[in-house]
């Protein structure tokens, strides 16, 4: 019998999911294409914010992994496999869904 409770997974992953959208707003500005102005913004500053939108955009393939990763979390609750290692079929400790509300897996397979 499943000891995790499914009200507050869908808190966690509720809140998560806001938070994921939240920073994905936010940053759409250093998403943004560079222009190439060299009138305005010089070589090695053009080369910095280049940077910056690198990094911008790879926190935003994070957090589309994470969003994927909730809805999945969200089928098994609906399945009533949330709490259950994908690998082992161990319960999976509330502690660890606390920490990682999308956790598949357990410990020991993760």
């Not at 500005?29 to 080369?47: H, I």
């Amino acid at each position: 019998m499943l000891t995790v409770d499914t009200g507050k997974a869908r808190e966690r992953l509720a809140a998560r999911r806001s938070e994921l959208e939240e920073q994905s707003r936010i940053s759409a500005e250093a998403r943004r294409t560079v222009e190439l102005d060299q009138q305005s913004v010089g070589r090695l500053s053009r080369m910095d914010a280049m940077q910056q939108q690198a990094m911008a955009e790879a926190q935003e393939r994070t957090r589309k992994r994470d969003l994927a990763r909730i809805e999945q979390a969200e089928r098994r609750l609906r399945e009533g496999e949330y709490g259950y290692c994908s690998e082992c079929g161990e319960e999976i400790p509330d502690g660890r869904l606390a920490i990682d509300p999308m956790a598949e897996r357990c410990v020991s397979c993760a």
